[in-house]
């Protein structure tokens, strides 16, 4: 992904603040990409409104490895089948700043639905 103009988000990119720790709606979006035909999520990307528009613009996470083990020690336990393997989760230098990638992949038939806390959740188009 270029990282000097982001794309906006869609129903494959979906950008996350989480500065200093994994927010809920993580595992919620990992799920929804599962789901569907998966997904690129991106940490340290904050939303900001000018005249209701929406701009990303990057904040960067705190403490990347930290972020990550909160992540790795959850996943199994969050979410019912985990498909993010650690080729698909990657820590990134943008300007200055450090985001972290996480590509989910799409389930496989079988593994469907994948669930986030026993709920279901499937990522409607925007």
């Given at each position: 992904m270029n990282y000097s103009?982001?794309?906006?988000?869609n129903q494959y990119i979906e950008y996350k603040k989480n500065r200093t720790r994994?927010?809920?709606d993580v595992w919620e979006s990992i799920a929804a990409f599962a789901n569907t035909e998966g997904g690129i999520i991106v940490l340290g990307i904050e939303e900001k409104k000018l005249d209701d528009k929406s701009q990303f613009i990057v904040s960067g996470v705190i403490n990347?490895?930290?972020i990550l083990d909160e992540?790795?020690?959850n996943a199994d336990e969050?979410?019912?089948v985990n498909t993010i393997?650690?080729?698909d989760v990657r820590i990134i230098n943008v300007e200055s700043n450090t985001v972290i990638e996480i590509t989910v992949p799409e389930a496989k038939v079988n593994q469907k639905p994948i669930r986030a806390n026993g709920t279901?959740?499937?990522k409607k188009e925007l």
């Open positions: 103009t982001l794309p906006d988000e994994l927010s809920r990347p490895h930290k992540f790795w020690s969050i979410l019912n393997q650690n080729k279901p959740y499937i």
